[in-house]
C-alpha cells in the first residue's frame, strides 16, 4: 500500500517531521511518500496561504493519479484541510484531511476533547471546521498558543510547555482528549500525551491510520454527485509559472526531471533530482516504509 503525504506548505524540514510520524503509525506493508510543493505559502496562516495551499494540493494530487504509481490513498497534512473537498473529486481512493481525521478518532476516544492550535487568526477555520464536522458537541474549546507555524521546526523552542500549558487548561475545563491542532506539532504527541495524563491525539498519525484502515476495507471516495469528477480540468499555478526543474525563465508545460524515491533513512531534506514525482512543481523528501 502507498499512501502519499502532502504537507500544503514549502517546508522541507517540517515535511520531513511529518513523514516521520507518519511512519511511526504506518503498517509494515504500507509505504509513506512525502511531498511538499516547490513554490507556494512558507506556511499556512491566513486565507490568502490557504488558496495557495490548495491549489497545491490539487496539483500534487492529479499529478500522482496521473502517474505510473497512483497512490492508494492521500493525506492532506495541514489542520485547515485546504483542497479536501477538491482532491476527493479528482480520485476515487481515500482523501483525508488530518484536522477530520483528529476530530473523529478524539471523539472515538473520549467524550470531549478540546484543540490547540498555532496562531489566533486559524481559531475561525478551526471553529469552521468543528461545525462542518458535526463536532460541536464533542469539541468544548479552542485555544491559540500563539506559535508561529514555522517556530515549530526548532526542536529547542518553547512550544512543547506552551502547548502542554493550553493542552492542561483545556483538560481543566472538561476535555478527555486534546487536538494538536497543526501538522507541525507531530512529533510532540508523545511527550505531551505522558505531560498531560490524557490522550493527545496528532492528526498525522490519525489520518494515516484512518486512511490505511480504509484501503484495507475497500471504501474509496464516492463518485455520486459533489464528489463526481469535475466537469473542466484544473489550471492552476503550475499552469502560469515555471515548473522548479526548468529554473527562471522556462516556458515548458511539460513535468521537469522527477525525484527517485528513496528508503527508509534516507536524507529526507536534500530532493533527488532524477526519477518520479508527483508533480513538475512537488519537492519528494523520499519514501517511508
Do not use: W
Not at 499556512?44 to 499529478?63: G, M, W, Y
Not at 489566533?120 to 468543528?130: I, N
Not at 491542532?181 to 489520518?207: I, Q, S, Y
Not at 455520486?224 to 529554473?247: I, L, N, Q, S
Request: net charge negative; proline share 6%; glycine share 12%.
Amino acid at each position: 500500500m502507498r499512501i502519499l503525504l502532502i504537507n500544503p506548505n514549502t517546508s522541507r524540514a517540517m515535511t520531513a517531521k511529518i513523514a516521520d510520524a507518519a511512519r511511526g503509525v504506518a503498517g509494515p506493508d504500507v509505504v509513506i511518500d512525502a511531498v511538499c510543493p516547490a513554490t507556494g505559502a512558507a506556511a499556512i496562516e491566513s486565507h490568502t496561504d490557504e488558496i495557495a495551499a490548495a491549489a497545491a494540493v490539487v496539483e500534487l494530487v492529479a499529478a500522482d493519479r496521473d502517474g505510473s504509481d497512483p497512490a492508494d490513498a492521500y493525506v492532506i497534512a495541514c489542520f485547515g484541510d485546504p483542497g479536501l473537498d477538491a482532491a476527493r473529486e479528482l480520485v476515487e481512493v481515500p482523501v483525508i484531511g488530518i484536522a477530520e481525521a483528529a476530530m473523529h478518532l478524539a471523539a472515538v476516544s473520549g467524550r470531549h476533547f478540546g484543540v490547540v492550535t498555532t496562531l489566533s487568526r486559524t481559531l475561525g477555520r478551526a471553529h469552521d471546521l468543528v461545525s462542518r464536522y458535526g463536532m460541536e458537541r464533542a469539541c468544548v474549546s479552542l485555544a491559540a498558543t500563539g506559535i508561529p507555524v514555522l517556530d515549530l521546526e526548532d526542536t529547542g523552542s518553547e512550544a512543547v510547555s506552551l502547548i502542554e500549558r493550553y493542552g492542561a487548561e483545556a483538560a481543566a475545563g472538561g476535555a478527555d482528549v486534546i487536538v494538536l491542532g497543526c501538522a507541525g506539532m507531530a512529533d510532540l504527541c508523545t511527550e505531551l500525551t505522558a505531560r498531560l495524563g490524557v490522550p493527545v491525539v496528532d492528526g498525522v498519525a490519525a489520518a494515516v491510520g484512518m486512511a490505511s484502515g480504509m484501503v484495507r476495507m475497500g471504501l474509496g471516495t464516492s463518485k455520486r454527485d459533489e464528489y463526481a469528477r469535475p466537469p473542466r480540468g484544473f489550471a492552476g499555478v503550475g499552469a502560469t509559472e515555471p515548473a522548479c526543474a526548468g529554473g527562471p525563465g522556462a516556458t515548458s508545460d511539460a513535468p521537469g526531471p522527477l525525484a527517485a524515491p528513496r528508503t527508509a533513512g534516507a536524507d529526507a531534506t536534500a530532493p533527488t533530482t532524477a526519477g518520479r514525482a508527483p508533480s513538475p512543481q512537488a519537492v519528494n523528501l523520499g519514501v517511508f516504509a
